[in-house]
């Protein structure tokens, strides 16, 4: 009976080049660097990507799907993390790819950018961050960033 | 006066042989206990001496000319328990006996040698042990060693890469965490550590052994994740020839995109084995033809096979091993795209690749008393490979190497329960090659162990070895690995395993030297990579448990390994490919298998069993170093097999399951190396064959299998851009006398 329904288990699915993919991805590793912050201050901590830079409403961008975010909270107190972001409008352009943290319980106000696609810490005001153009659907793009707590880029949010 | 040469050489051995005291003799009788029927194929062995045999078709077995002593007769055969007894035998005696086995779950090999590098119980070994007897497996039509290795449970192939309870990844064919051994004898490639599957004589094969967890303790480099010994057969007095001759069809895909017109696949064996006095020969040969499912993928391939051996005297034996691999064929190395999965995407995909695998291999057994034994061995292996392109200048990527093994081994038995041994081991690679240069590296190691078997029914292994490692143009250094290892016989039943143990592999040739660009990568070399190391544990249950009023053969094992400095190519400046220390990994499982039949008979290949084996293994692999999954690992593996007796044959059935690869190198895709990289799914694959007996049909020793792989067309690939085979239909002829 059990290899029964493993048999029937076998003849479904497998590839097929008639149904390709539609989405892309970005991927890449966030490296952190200097002392992490108290944990209460890290209610959450994610990869977030935006079409426009400088955004013009972060939270209004987030909400309306304009920009992306990792669906899960980065580890915590680690020296790096892998990242995903799946992507199913094409082609678009990032060109502001951050890690944010939310310090606070405000969920609409209390976040700060804490890395940089494109400005490795420590990043001034003249940095311009990169941009990755996402064309190709079935392709994963790579886009690696470097957190420093201890010196913050230049910040977003009002 | 070469054929005068070889008379004399012959005339000295016959001599020699004749000028022995005639000694005693023992005439056996091996039957099954259940059904008194006799029993071919048994394994007959005094302990201590190099005296045995193999029981014919009728189970008899007479070894002569025995000095005169006491001695440890084993018979051992699989699916039966081991069976001993102690012999007191005097000069001219003729000592008769009846040996009747008793039957055990099915399909469990009784005597291994590669957990302790001497032959022991597989209740003995204190790790996992699975030991595949190579007769069945040969009815699917396989031809080389990753066929047969997938489906073991525990170990999975990916592509060049085997790797035993997720320790390997895929890296592009470079640098083995498993140490491949034929008869003993290191048969990894001296320039990038790599397995050559065609250059294993299967038809020569009596079973496979894989060891699962460090084992360097007793054979050094590369036993990072375990070991795979590939045992040939003995010859018995009786003169055994066997054939096979099959061909197949590969199904033509559901997809149009992927059809390339109707291809297939052929080969060819020949085996003879025969012992002549103080003389054993085994011989055996192999072409194998195949026009893939891929375009620039066919190839054809050939091998020869011989072992001499020679028993001086009663505790004297020398072996010789001569192997020959030729292979030719396509550079197939990824898909154009999934659309176009079937036609590559590397641009050199014209070229060929051409390889050569030759094995000369020695081995000299003395046992100096009853206690004490050495063994010497010694081999070298070659390889060569070299991709050409007709009319093209001679400077694609090509190699020589040479992988120099010689071991020198004692066993001392030193009180009736501790059994001391030790060795000493030098491994030379010496590479001359378009690509790494030319370079030598060197590893020399000494190791020592200890079997207590004072506090039976505990018994306790501990043992060290100490390796050195020099090559040109890297620093020296040593590895020190320990091993501890536990057998508990319980009083309620179950029998306990405990092992810990330390591995190292020293980086390749390759992985330090490589310099080449090919197929659109560029690999830089890295000369201050450092050896891989890890620590591993497992803590194993085995019984034999009633179901249904049958015999089920159960064991499960938890495992822990901790591997630190992990070698992993990795993309780098200008989209280089370099190897380099980056990963540090933890792999955490556990393994069940079970083993038994269903049915109402008393024994399992009677008509209407249902001889039945399942396995499943759970996986946590982690890359510390990343917090996430390790790349190219699943997290389920599954294989369950059915076998149905139906008196004139019989009808097979498995299934093998792997779930998802969660990560691969990103870097395929992100860096546009290979189109729908990412495109991966579960793996499921059946497999369904028929064979009849030709004896009981026509009465001749013959067998028609007729077979279907990857039966239900399901597509899939094991590594980024290589579609594995789809649904194929092999039709095969065997026999032997």
Not at chain 1, 19 to 30: N, R
Not at chain 2, 253 to 267: A, C, I, T, Y
Request: hydrophobic share 40%; with cysteine; net charge neutral.
């Amino acid at each position: 009976m059990l290899l029964l329904v493993l048999l029937l288990l076998a003849g479904c699915g497998g590839l097929d080049p008639t149904v390709l993919p539609t989405e892309a991805y970005i991927t890449g590793t966030v490296r952190f660097r200097g002392a992490w912050p108290p944990e209460d201050s890290l209610r959450d901590l994610r990869v977030v990507a935006f079409q426009n830079y400088p955004p013009q409403d972060v939270v209004g961008e987030v909400l309306s799907g304009k920009a992306l975010f990792t669906q899960e909270r980065l580890p915590l107190f680690v020296d790096s993390a892998s990242y995903q972001l799946r992507i199913e409008q094409l082609p678009v352009t990032l060109r502001y790819i951050v890690v944010a943290q939310q310090y606070g319980p405000d969920l609409f106000r209390h976040w700060r950018v804490v890395g940089i696609y494109g400005c490795p810490p420590p990043a001034d005001t003249a940095c311009q961050p990169d941009s990755l153009q996402v064309q190709e659907a079935g392709r994963w793009y790579r886009a690696d960033i470097e957190v420093d707590f201890e010196h913050l880029p230049p910040q977003p949010f009002p | 006066m070469r054929q005068l040469r070889w008379l004399a050489v012959l005339a000295t051995v016959a001599m020699l042989w004749a000028q022995q005291p005639p000694g005693a003799v023992l005439q056996l009788v091996v039957r099954d206990a259940a059904t008194t029927q006799p029993l071919s194929g048994a394994t007959v062995r005094l302990q201590g001496t190099v005296l045995g045999g193999i029981s014919r078709r009728d189970g008899t077995v007479r070894l002569e000319r025995i000095p005169a002593g006491e001695y440890t007769l084993v018979v051992s055969m699989v699916g039966y328990r081991v069976w001993q007894r102690t012999l007191r035998l005097q000069a001219g005696d003729t000592v008769r006996l009846l040996v009747e086995l008793e039957p055990q779950p099915v399909g469990l090999v009784p005597i291994v040698v590669t957990a302790a590098k001497r032959a022991q119980t597989l209740q003995e070994a204190p790790v996992s042990i699975s030991a595949v007897e190579l007769a069945p497996v040969l009815e699917r039509s396989y031809s080389k060693l990753d066929e047969v290795l997938r489906t073991i449970p525990g170990v999975t192939v990916n592509r060049d890469h085997v790797s035993i309870r997720g320790t390997s990844g895929f890296a592009l064919g470079v640098g083995s965490r498993t140490l491949l051994l034929l008869d003993g004898i290191p048969l990894l490639s001296g320039d990038s550590g790599e397995m050559k599957f065609d250059a294993l004589p299967l038809m020569a094969a009596e079973r496979i052994e894989v060891l699962k967890g460090a084992a360097s303790a007793l054979y050094g480099t590369a036993a990072l994740g375990g070991v795979i010994n590939v045992i040939t057969r003995e010859p018995s007095e009786q003169p055994q020839g066997a054939f096979r001759l099959y061909g197949g069809l590969y199904g033509t895909p559901r997809f149009e995109q992927w059809q390339l017109g109707q291809r297939g696949f052929w080969g060819a064996d020949l085996s003879y084995a025969q012992r002549l006095g103080p003389i054993a020969l085994l011989s055996s040969a192999t072409v194998v033809r195949d026009e893939s499912y891929r375009l620039d993928d066919d190839s054809f391939r050939w091998q020869l096979f011989a072992k001499l051996t020679w028993r001086v005297s009663p505790p004297t034996a020398l072996t010789v091993l001569l192997q020959h691999a030729d292979d030719d064929h396509g550079n197939w190395l990824y898909w154009r795209s999934l659309q176009e999965a079937t036609r590559p995407g590397n641009e050199d995909s014209p070229q060929r690749v051409r390889s050569w695998k030759s094995l000369l291999a020695a081995e000299w057994r003395q046992f100096w008393s009853s206690r004490l034994s050495s063994t010497l061995r010694a081999g070298a292996y070659r390889t060569e490979f070299r991709n050409r392109l007709p009319g093209a200048p001679d400077t694609l990527p090509s190699s020589v190497a040479y992988s120099l093994s010689a071991e020198w081994q004692w066993g001392w038995q030193w009180q009736p329960n501790i059994l001391l041994s030790a060795g000493i081991h030098g491994i030379g690679n010496v590479v001359e090659a378009s690509i790494y240069g030319e370079r030598r590296q060197w590893l020399l190691a000494a190791y020592a162990q200890a079997e207590l078997g004072m506090l039976r029914p505990l018994g306790v292994t501990v043992g060290a070895r100490l390796d050195r490692e020099r090559m040109q143009g890297a620093a020296e250094h040593f590895e020190l690995n320990p091993r501890l290892g536990i057998v508990y016989a319980s009083w309620f039943g179950p029998q306990f395993r405990f092992a810990l143990g330390r591995a190292f592999r020293a980086p390749t040739v390759a992985e330090r030297f490589a310099q080449l660009r090919t197929a659109g990568f560029v690999v830089r070399p890295n000369p201050q990579l450092k050896a891989e190391r890890g620590w591993s544990a497992e803590l194993g249950a085995a019984d034999t448990v009633r179901l249904a009023g049958k015999p089920w053969a159960v064991d499960v094992a938890v495992f822990h390994s901790d591997l630190f400095d992990l070698i992993e190519p990795g993309f780098g400046e200008g989209a280089a490919i370099q190897f380099r220390n980056v990963t540090r990994a933890r792999i955490q499982g556990v393994e069940l298998n079970a083993t038994g039949w269903v049915g109402p008979s008393l024994r399992a290949n009677q008509p209407g069993t249902l001889r039945c084996e399942l396995a499943l293994t759970l996986l946590n692999p982690r890359d510390l170093s990343a917090n996430s999954m390790l790349k190219y690992r699943s997290r389920w593996l599954g294989i369950a097999r059915a076998a149905l007796p139906l008196g004139f044959g019989e009808f097979h059935l498995e299934y093998r399951y792997q779930s998802r690869v969660e990560r691969i190198d990103e870097e395929f895709s992100t860096l546009g190396f290979i189109r729908h990289a990412d495109q991966r799914v579960p793996i499921h694959v059946v497999e369904l064959r028929w064979t009849l007996e030709g004896m009981a049909l026509v009465g001749l020793p013959v067998q028609l299998s007729l077979g279907m792989r990857n039966a239900f067309d399901y597509y899939y690939t094991e590594v980024p851009g290589n579609l594995a085979p789809p649904r194929q239909f092999v039709l095969q002829l065997s026999g032997g006398w």
